[in-house]
């Protein structure tokens, strides 16, 4: 029995035999997610999307800080905003990936002069996104994406409340302000594996979308071209360490003249000690001339 034994450990701790082993490991992890690719584990960016059709839900709280200068008013005006979303995707046939999501978000005035200006501010937005991948090799892939993004807010400002009442006698219900944004965005998302630790992927997609505002029914055109690249890095197969590292850069090129990019920089870092199962804080940067600061906390289930 103990010749048995022995002789079946030296057949387990072949080179031939790790080699299928670990090849049976990358096809079970392959068919567990389809985030896997060429080795690497991909990481969810709040910034970039990703090309994966992975079957996922997932959960996310933000919250953002931004300071507004604005000429001739009493002092600068803070702002702080609180988003709560959820997101799911499944796939249909191995081949087509429907992710649906919800958002909900309320913007503030940071301290009294700005509670005043700013009163309350909530919106919501609902999300529906098609993903059909049109070429998966071992190392890269590349996917097709339709998006669409309605999106409905409602805000009143005290300030303009009473300055209004005071000149047009108008009900106070007349001071609330709504806006409805449609959003359609065809894109194309990319990602290729550099090693077993570095992944990047990339998105290049043009955002039709049409901002409503009533009273009034003016419409602004809030068209834009995006481009984004991100980092993803996992530091188990380096250091042994169930850790997960996301760098991420997008920017929203306007279509129409007068209005700025809107820059974006991001920094996550996220637990792996499961693979399908990954807890992130993920801090951004918005660089224009109202910069803000945000930090994301999300859960995410691939299942």
Same mark, same amino acid.
């Given at each position: 029995?103990?010749?048995?034994?022995?002789?079946?450990?030296?057949?387990?701790?072949?080179?031939?035999?790790?080699?299928?082993?670990?090849?049976?490991?990358?096809?079970?992890?392959?068919?567990?997610?389809?985030?896997?690719?060429?080795?690497?584990?991909?990481?969810?960016?709040?910034?970039?999307?990703?090309?994966?059709?992975?079957?996922?839900?997932?959960?996310?709280?933000?919250?953002?800080?931004?300071?507004?200068?604005?000429?001739?008013?009493?002092?600068?005006?803070?702002?702080?905003?609180?988003?709560?979303?959820?997101?799911?995707?499944?796939?249909?046939?191995?081949?087509?990936?429907?992710?649906?999501?919800?958002?909900?978000?309320?913007?503030?005035?940071?301290?009294?002069?700005?509670?005043?200006?700013?009163?309350?501010?909530?919106?919501?937005?609902?999300?529906?996104?098609?993903?059909?991948?049109?070429?998966?090799?071992?190392?890269?892939?590349?996917?097709?994406?339709?998006?669409?993004?309605?999106?409905?807010?409602?805000?009143?400002?005290?300030?303009?409340?009473?300055?209004?009442?005071?000149?047009?006698?108008?009900?106070?219900?007349?001071?609330?302000?709504?806006?409805?944004?449609?959003?359609?965005?065809?894109?194309?998302?990319?990602?290729?594996? /550099?090693? !077993?630790? &570095?992944?990047?992927? *990339? =998105?290049?997609? $043009?955002?039709?979308?049409? %901002?409503? @505002?009533?009273?009034?029914?003016?419409?602004?055109?809030?068209?834009?071209?995006?481009?984004?690249?991100?980092?993803?890095?996992?530091?188990?197969?380096?250091?042994?360490?169930?850790?997960?590292?996301?760098?991420?850069?997008?920017?929203?090129?306007?279509?129409?003249?007068?209005?700025?990019?809107?820059?974006?920089?991001?920094?996550?870092?996220?637990?792996? /000690?499961? !693979?399908? &199962?990954?807890?992130? *804080? =993920?801090?951004? $940067?918005?660089?224009?001339? %109202?910069? @803000?600061?945000?930090?994301?906390?999300?859960?995410?289930?691939?299942?």
């Amino acid at each position: 029995m103990s010749a048995k034994a022995s002789a079946q450990n030296t057949d387990i701790r072949s080179p031939q035999r790790r080699s299928g082993l670990q090849a049976q490991r990358a096809k079970a992890a392959q068919s567990l997610s389809s985030r896997y690719l060429g080795g690497h584990y991909f990481l969810k960016s709040a910034l970039v999307d990703i090309p994966f059709i992975a079957p996922y839900v997932s959960s996310s709280l933000e919250g953002a800080f931004a300071t507004l200068h604005i000429a001739d008013a009493e002092s600068d005006i803070k702002a702080a905003g609180l988003t709560p979303s959820f997101s799911g995707q499944f796939h249909i046939a191995n081949a087509v990936g429907i992710e649906l999501g919800a958002g909900f978000s309320e913007i503030i005035g940071a301290d009294d002069y700005s509670a005043l200006v700013l009163g309350a501010n909530f919106s919501y937005a609902i999300s529906a996104t098609l993903r059909v991948p049109i070429i998966r090799e071992e190392q890269w892939m590349l996917t097709t994406m339709l998006k669409f993004a309605p999106k409905h807010g409602t805000s009143f400002s005290p300030l303009v409340a009473v300055a209004n009442e005071i000149t047009t006698k108008a009900q106070s219900s007349n001071f609330l302000i709504s806006t409805s944004t449609s959003h359609i965005e065809p894109g194309l998302l990319a990602a290729v594996t /550099l090693s !077993p630790v &570095f992944g990047l992927s *990339a =998105e290049l997609s $043009r955002i039709f979308a049409t %901002t409503t @505002t009533t009273p009034g029914g003016d419409q602004t055109d809030d068209g834009t071209v995006r481009t984004g690249l991100a980092l993803s890095s996992n530091l188990r197969p380096l250091l042994a360490i169930p850790i997960g590292l996301t760098a991420a850069y997008r920017n929203d090129w306007p279509t129409r003249s007068g209005v700025e990019a809107t820059p974006m920089y991001e920094f996550g870092i996220f637990e792996m /000690l499961r !693979p399908n &199962f990954n807890f992130g *804080a =993920e801090m951004t $940067r918005l660089m224009t001339s %109202t910069p @803000t600061i945000s930090v994301l906390l999300s859960l995410t289930y691939y299942y």
